[in-house]
T-cell receptor
Framework: AQSVTQLGSHVSVSEGALVLLRCNYS??????LFWYVQYPNQGLQLLLK??????LVKGINGFEAEFKKSETSFHLTKPSAHMSDAAEYFC??????????FGKGTRLHILP | DSGVTQTPKHLITATGQRVTLRCSPR?????VYWYQQSLDQGLQFLIQ???????AKGNILERFSAQQFPDLHSELNLSSLELGDSALYFC????????????????FGPGTRLLVL
């Protein structure tokens, strides 16, 4: 069965510093992987997704993630944090349509 | 704005009652998904409909049911409500064809916040 583990329910970084949000997955078959962002009082918005085309995936707002099969990881990074990046981030996995499994989420805090 | 609309935005009701949440997908999207987000359970997939037919089922309680109508809007019915059903309910839609795949993007609506007193 698939599962997703996000390390750290809260992460704080200084403005301008590197953002690293960790996600590890478990899947018996090649997965599709996603990162979604949720701003306060809003729905989820897709940041990026991995669908086996390329291991380094670039998304919106300067975010990117690298699929590492050997480490079963799909960590999200951004070189320089902005105040507007403060939100909750969800990693998700699916092996087929419909049944998408979300991680518990990581709340990103940006320190001035 | 994702193009997915959900009504109502907020709903307050009492235990034992029944409510209906409504979702209109993006124009052209045939698949609709329902999710429940709560503090203790996180974000959980409930059910997917594709072009009027149920396609996938997640952790949906028997007290909950959903349907997708010919105009592709969907409704999630929650009955015999309990305090623990208080949560944010999201609808999402995608252009999924309904067979295989899995890499399609789901577009989420703003959610309906349900409070059961």
């Amino acid at each position: 069965a698939q599962s997703v583990t996000q390390l750290g329910s809260h992460v704080s970084v200084s403005e301008g510093a590197l953002v690293l949000l960790r996600c590890n997955y478990s899947s018996s078959v090649p997965p599709y992987l996603f990162w979604y962002v949720q701003y306060p009082n809003q729905g989820l918005q897709l940041l990026l997704k991995y669908t086996s085309a390329a291991t380094l995936v670039k998304g919106i707002n300067g975010f990117e993630a690298e699929f590492k099969k050997s480490e079963t990881s799909f960590h999200l990074t951004k070189p320089s944090a902005h105040m507007s990046d403060a939100a909750e981030y969800f990693c998700a996995v699916t092996i087929r349509q419909g049944k998408i499994i979300f991680g518990k989420g990581t709340r990103l805090h940006i320190l001035p | 704005d994702s193009g997915v609309t959900q009504t109502p935005k907020h709903l307050i009701t009492a235990t034992g009652q029944r409510v209906t949440l409504r979702c209109s997908p993006r124009s052209g999207d045939l698949s609709v998904y329902w999710y429940q987000q709560s503090l203790d359970q996180g974000l959980q997939f409930l059910i997917q409909y594709y072009n009027g037919e149920e396609r996938a089922k997640g952790n949906i309680l028997e007290r909950f049911s959903a349907q997708q109508f010919p105009d592709l809007h969907s409704e999630l019915n929650l009955s015999s409500l309990e305090l623990g059903d208080s949560a944010l309910y999201f609808c999402a839609s995608s252009v999924a064809t309904g067979g295989g795949g899995g890499g399609e993007t789901q577009y989420f609506g703003p959610g309906t916040r349900l409070l059961v007193l």
